[in-house]
């Protein structure tokens, strides 16, 4: 009985007093700022074999909605410091794309496809793309989405699996 007393007031002491620590998320490696308000979150950047996957976490801290960001994934890409070399998202054998959520897009008379994520007052959502890895030797590089400012100098980490 007394444990059991125990365990629920470091309950109610962690939900009432670090509500904050609790229930933040996950923690951001770089925040970048876009259109009406917006955040985008690096949340990360990982090399596993010959690939780089990045996820991202757009929130919306405003008190209204937000109807929708596209991002075409043509314009979505990574540039290292070695060589300012430019990467783009991958695509399967199948030719899809490696990134979620997918959205078909259309501008003019032509079809794209896009990561489209749609953020409500105070939400947030996550989403990732893959890319090829950079080449040995490069530690550092700048991951450029659209309408927001590039995240510089950003550190891959590799999968520990």
Known sequence: MKTSVSVLCALMVALFLLPGEVFAGPSALQTQYGPDGLE????SAKVSG???SV????RNPNEKGYPGVTFALEEVNYIDNVK????????????????????ELARGNEKLFGTSVTVGPGKRTVFWYKF????????KIEINIPE???FIDT???????
């Open 40 to 43: 985008l979150d690096l949340l």
């Open 84 to 103: 300012s070399q430019k990467y783009s998202v991958l695509k399967d054998e199948k030719g899809k794309w490696l990134a979620a959520p997918l959205a």
């Open 50 to 52: 010959n690939v780089l």
């Open 55 to 58: 996820s991202m976490m757009l």
């Open 132 to 139: 090829p890895a950079p080449p040995e030797g490069v530690t």
């Open 155 to 161: 550190t891959m980490g590799e999968d520990q699996h």
């Open 148 to 150: 927001f400012s590039p």
